[in-house]
Structure formats: structure tokens, C-alpha cells
């Protein structure tokens, strides 16, 4: 069983910058591969970053790639994602999850998802 918390959303003008955490409880954090999604209202899920097991390999959606950082500290059991450049259409409810593989929870294949925190960004 793999708990998730997310914090660190909030309201942001656009052109600016959040940092979002991921706190898990899991005995095996260091083994898990790891994401972020978002969900606007009225949309579907959509996949935002992914981060292998031990750091080393990360996965970016096209909308993000270049503003969006996805990291982890295995020893904290958290995970992050720094968000630059922020645009009014990032406003979401973001997401951790946790997924069998890098490629396959970057097609939305997940085991566990977290309740999400709210990034709403102003024009």
C-alpha cells in the first residue's frame, strides 16, 4: 500500500513559478517509479512528468518540456516538481501517482494516485 500527499499549489501569475511536493509512504520508495498528472475541470487526466526509480531517467509531456523539472530524494521519500514560465492553461489539479514502468505511466498506466493539489495560474 503506497500513500501519496501532494502540496505546494497555490495562485500564480502567469510567468511564475511553483514548486510542488510528493510525500510517500512506502517502505520501498526508492523502487518506485514515479509521476505527475494533472486534471483541469471539465478535462480528462493528462500526464505531465515521470521519474524512474533512482533519479536517473525522467519522461516530460511536450506542454511542459523546457518549464517543468521533475526530481526526487529518495532519503526524504519525496518527490518534486518545479514549475517555471507558468501558463494560465497549466491551472490544474496536480497529481502524484506512482506506475509500473517509465513509458507505461507515461501513457497513464498507474498504481496509485494521490489526492492532488490546486495550481491555479492568472493571466
Known amino acids: 500500500q503506497v500513500q501519496l500527499v501532494e502540496s505546494g499549489g497555490g495562485l500564480v501569475q502567469a510567468g511564475g513559478s511553483l514548486r510542488l511536493s510528493c510525500a510517500a509512504s512506502?517502505?520501498?520508495?526508492?523502487?518506485?517509479?514515479m509521476g505527475w498528472f494533472r486534471q483541469a475541470p471539465g478535462k480528462g487526466r493528462e500526464f505531465v512528468a515521470a521519474?524512474?526509480?533512482?533519479?536517473?531517467?525522467?519522461l516530460y509531456s511536450d506542454s511542459v518540456k523546457g518549464r517543468f523539472t521533475i526530481s526526487r530524494d529518495n532519503a526524504k521519500n519525496t518527490m518534486y516538481l518545479q514549475m517555471n514560465s507558468l501558463k494560465p492553461e497549466d491551472t490544474a489539479a496536480y497529481h502524484c501517482?506512482?506506475?509500473?514502468?517509465?513509458?507505461?505511466?507515461?501513457?497513464?498506466?498507474?498504481?496509485?494516485w494521490g489526492q492532488g493539489t490546486q495550481v491555479t495560474v492568472s493571466s
Open positions: 521519474i524512474s526509480s533512482g533519479g536517473g531517467a525522467t
Open positions: 512506502a517502505r520501498s520508495f526508492s523502487s518506485l517509479i
Open positions: 501517482a506512482t506506475g509500473p514502468t517509465l513509458p507505461q505511466i507515461g501513457r497513464g498506466n498507474i498504481n496509485y
